[in-house]
């Protein structure tokens, strides 16, 4: 089993910057991808960005340039920046991590969640 534990969310003036975090822990061989996905009231749940465990990154092409994805191999944490927050970034954002199980299998898991709401 594998628990992701994210945190940094909160309520933020258009503009300024929030950082997510999410901790990934139990037992597991390996974490392959790290990502964050984003559900807006009324949306549907999209993607964010995501990191391979060599770094290489995807992002949503409307966010390139205000968020930057990262992850601490050693800490099994992936990080969100976002800068020049926006109305339109208010949302529930979820971390998602594909693992590697003991036995070979591959599974993603998915966090409960962390509020991001930017108004003034």
């Known amino acids: 089993q594998v628990q992701l534990v994210e945190s940094g969310g909160g309520l933020v003036q258009p503009g300024r910057s929030l950082r997510l975090s999410c901790v990934a822990s139990?037992?597991?061989?390996?974490?392959?991808?790290m990502g964050w996905y984003r559900q807006a009231p009324g949306a549907e749940r999209e993607l964010v960005a995501s990191?391979?465990?060599?770094?290489?990154?995807n992002y949503k092409d409307s966010l390139k340039g205000r968020f930057t994805i990262s992850r601490d191999n050693a800490k099994n944490t992936v990080y969100l920046q976002m800068n020049s927050l926006k109305p339109e970034d208010t949302a529930v954002y979820y971390c998602?991590?594909?693992?590697?199980?003991?036995?070979?299998?591959?599974?993603?898991?998915w966090g409960q969640g962390t509020q991001v709401t930017v108004s003034s």
């Open positions: 998602n991590v594909h693992i590697a199980t003991t036995t070979g299998r591959g599974l993603h898991y």
């Open positions: 990191i391979t465990s060599s770094g290489s990154t």
């Open positions: 139990g037992r597991f061989f390996s974490i392959n991808a």
